[in-house]
């Protein structure tokens, strides 16, 4: 059995990169009995080597490492969205393409292992796949479709992190289709549970959309060994969460929309000003958005930053993460138990009133 499929809380903590997701965050959910996430993308492998030592200051209990895989350089419409916020009044960034630092993150760690390595962006080699399990570390692949979700089968995963259209921030998919607003096509979460549990026999992760207890028996009970929560987990003290990115899921005033506006990748943010503004014109240009929009998104103004967030951010509650997650387990074993109730669980078929009337 594997780390994920024995959780004494099946709750994960999303990694959750960009300064968001802390080592108090993933130390404060071990606690609790779940499994935390550190984000590794967008962090020097010096930096993660910091991050990974001061969890393991803080806990003794087992917890995961998450890495970006790089992606094929496009620069297609890449100058002119930068004359685009120029013309907009914004200084951007320099459009760098670079490979986030994968190999030396990744050297990093099967120099020292964690218990458990999630890839996001695409899908690692069988090669890779197999030196980290050489060092006794699991590997869990993020998947947004049923085809993502064969390809991560056939390279040896552990277990598969199953992405609905539902998530906050960035969609996982391993190529992201310039043709498609979306990156490839969406398929909600439950749906696509269903879909990959029909070509898989690897225990899944639910990710995307959920906020409470209920959506967390929902997955369980759709087929998922535990459920991996983003959004639910911002607005917790022990998380980097900005203050103008906490205000505006605090405020609950406007829908989610996906957007390759901010990092010319698709991700799911709260509505304002700027991606309205240029949602339509932004290329398919990941990292070179990302590098371009970062002093603009570094200003906190809640009209031109990101406010990335799943499309149930209105559900989010602001706790400290230990009490965040009893209130989950509490509330999903209500969930469950009222399910099993409605479904009869444990009442003998042949005693039932209705089963006699109908019988004939
Ligand atoms: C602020 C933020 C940052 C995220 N960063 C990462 C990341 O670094 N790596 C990753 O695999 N997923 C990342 N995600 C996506 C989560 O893994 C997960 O798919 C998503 O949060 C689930 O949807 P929810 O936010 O509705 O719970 C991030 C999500 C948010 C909200």
């Not at 951007?92 to 190999?103: V, W």
């Not at 799911?268 to 958005?289: C, K, M, T, V």
């Not at 965040?324 to 009442?347: C, P, Q, Y």
Request: glycine share 12%; aromatic share 4%.
């Amino acid at each position: 059995m594997g780390l994920t499929d024995s959780l004494q809380s099946p709750v994960i903590a999303a990694p959750l990169a960009g300064g968001v997701g802390t080592p108090e965050l993933v130390a404060a959910v071990a606690a609790a009995g779940g499994l935390g996430f550190l984000p590794g993308g967008y962090l020097t492998p010096e930096a993660l080597t910091e991050q990974i030592a001061t969890v393991h200051r803080l806990s003794v209990r087992p917890f995961g490492v998450n890495l970006f895989l790089p992606g094929p350089r496009r620069d297609e419409g890449v100058a002119q969205y930068r004359e685009r916020l120029e013309a907009s009044g914004f200084e951007p960034g320099e459009p760098i393409h670079d490979d986030d630092h994968y190999p030396g993150k990744l050297e990093l760690l099967l120099a020292d292992p964690v218990p458990i390595v999630s890839f996001t962006f695409g899908c690692p080699d069988a090669e890779t796949v197999a030196a980290l399990h050489g060092v006794g570390s699991e590997v869990a692949v993020t998947v947004s479709s049923p085809d993502e979700a064969r390809v991560a089968t056939a390279v040896g995963a552990d277990v598969l992190v199953v992405q609905g259209m539902e998530a906050g921030a960035h969609r996982g998919v391993h190529s992201d289709d310039p043709a498609h607003p979306q990156g490839g096509e969406t398929f909600g979460l439950v749906a696509l549970l269903r879909l990959v549990a029909s070509v898989t026999d690897r225990p899944l992760i639910a990710a995307g959309g959920i906020m409470d207890g209920a959506g967390i028996a929902a997955v369980l009970s759709a087929g998922a060994v535990a459920a991996q929560l983003g959004t639910a987990f911002l607005r917790c003290p022990e998380a980097g969460t900005t203050p103008a990115h906490r205000a505006a899921l605090a405020a609950a005033k406007a829908e989610t929309v996906i957007t390759r506006a901010f990092t010319g990748r698709p991700a799911r943010g709260i509505r304002n000003p700027f991606l309205d503004e240029h949602s339509s014109a932004a290329p398919a240009a990941y990292p070179q958005l990302h590098h371009m929009t970062k002093p603009i998104r570094a200003l906190g103004d809640p009209d031109s930053m990101s406010l990335w967030a799943g499309q149930a951010y209105p559900l989010g509650r602001q706790l400290p993460v230990g009490e965040l997650v009893a209130v989950l387990l509490d509330e999903a074993r209500a969930a469950a138990a009222n399910t099993a109730s409605r479904l009869g669980v444990g009442r003998s078929t042949l005693g039932r009133p209705m089963a006699r009337q109908w019988a004939g």
